[in-house]
């Protein structure tokens, strides 16, 4: 039986207001009466997702956990308590900033309560109305220096842009990182080695529950880690060909038609 799924969370658990929908939230409930463990697993953190807690019913409550910042943090909701973390060293924060500043890109930067936002632009601003975060108007991060920071990325609408940037970073910089894509306009920075699939072995750990009893959803390449490393990991009907390849199973259903729901319904329920 599988007794834990890790689920990424836009365009694979949500629909594109990003609501869970109804038949997903019932479903959900009925596969955790059974013992199953729904993590939420997202490029985003803890307090940024908190109406999909509130659908999921997950709200400051023991035993419901969430991956976020790309597997920058595992947290208990209940508290909310970290379990495993591993933050971005400041220096490597700063380098990123100062190499992403040379481009037409938005820029966010993470700690465990705040995502600020430099050099956004209107379609980034319209994006980002409903995922609490503080837009920064001038270039000053410093006062980042004395927290404790997971995770960046760059925004623009153009992939292949992003690729591009990519491309044109210095090699010991991109050594340096984990990088990702996702929602087809960022490009995702951890430190190397940080992914949702080793978030995901952490938090199997923590439950005591083996690999093999694993699920992972996904739909985009910051999923890719987790798809591999789980038991059986599924590609929504959206997901890119990359993460069709890497899948044991592509769902019928996309993200805007209960996926997920069809997921737990053929292997759990």
């Given at each position: 039986?599988?007794?834990?799924?890790?689920?990424?969370?836009d365009e694979t658990l949500l629909d594109k207001q990003?609501?869970?929908?109804?038949?997903?939230?019932?479903?959900?409930?009925?596969?955790?009466?059974?013992?199953?463990?729904?993590?939420?697993?997202?490029?985003?953190?803890?307090?940024?997702?908190?109406?999909?807690?509130?659908?999921?019913?997950?709200?400051?409550?023991?035993?419901?956990?969430?991956?976020?910042?790309?597997?920058?943090?595992?947290?208990?909701?209940?508290?909310?308590?970290?379990?495993?973390?591993?933050?971005?060293?400041?220096?490597?924060?700063?380098?990123?900033?100062?190499?992403?500043?040379?481009?037409?890109?938005?820029?966010?930067?993470?700690?465990?309560?705040?995502?600020?936002?430099?050099?956004?632009?209107?379609?980034?601003?319209?994006?980002?109305?409903?995922?609490?975060h503080e837009k920064r108007t001038d270039d000053d991060f410093s006062f980042l220096?004395?927290?404790?920071?997971?995770?960046?990325?760059?925004?623009?609408?153009?992939?292949?842009?992003?690729?591009?940037?990519?491309?044109?970073?210095?090699?010991?910089?991109?050594?340096?990182?984990?990088?990702?894509?996702?929602?087809?306009?960022?490009?995702?920075?951890?430190?190397?080695?940080?992914?949702?699939?080793?978030?995901?072995?952490?938090?199997?750990?923590?439950?005591?529950?083996?690999?093999?009893?694993?699920?992972?959803?996904?739909?985009?390449?910051?999923?890719?880690?987790?798809?591999?490393?789980?038991?059986?990991?599924?590609?929504?009907?959206?997901?890119?060909?990359?993460?069709?390849?890497?899948?044991?199973?592509?769902?019928?259903?996309?993200?805007?038609?209960?996926?997920?729901?069809?997921?737990?319904?053929?292997?759990?329920?």
């Amino acid at each position: 039986m599988y007794r834990l799924i890790a689920c990424d969370l836009d365009e694979t658990l949500l629909d594109k207001q990003r609501h869970v929908s109804s038949k997903t939230q019932e479903i959900i409930k009925q596969a955790e009466v059974k013992g199953t463990t729904f993590a939420p697993a997202t490029g985003r953190g803890f307090h940024s997702i908190k109406q999909t807690l509130i659908e999921l019913d997950a709200v400051d409550k023991a035993n419901h956990y969430m991956i976020g910042f790309n597997g920058g943090v595992v947290v208990e909701s209940q508290g909310p308590t970290i379990i495993k973390e591993s933050p971005m060293s400041f220096e490597l924060l700063a380098q990123l900033f100062e190499f992403g500043s040379k481009y037409d890109v938005a820029i966010h930067l993470y700690t465990f309560e705040q995502t600020y936002v430099y050099h956004s632009n209107p379609n980034e601003d319209a994006y980002l109305s409903t995922i609490p975060h503080e837009k920064r108007t001038d270039d000053d991060f410093s006062f980042l220096e004395k927290q404790t920071c997971y995770k960046a990325l760059f925004q623009n609408l153009d992939r292949h842009y992003l690729e591009t940037i990519e491309q044109d970073m210095p090699t010991e910089l991109h050594e340096a990182l984990e990088i990702s894509y996702s929602s087809n306009r960022y490009i995702e920075f951890n430190p190397k080695g940080v992914n949702k699939g080793t978030a995901l072995k952490s938090l199997a750990a923590h439950l005591a529950i083996p690999m093999d009893e694993t699920i992972a959803i996904g739909d985009n390449t910051n999923d890719l880690s987790m798809i591999q490393t789980a038991a059986l990991g599924v590609a929504v009907a959206n997901a890119i060909p990359e993460i069709k390849k890497a899948a044991q199973y592509t769902t019928i259903a996309d993200h805007e038609n209960s996926a997920v729901a069809e997921v737990i319904e053929k292997f759990i329920l």
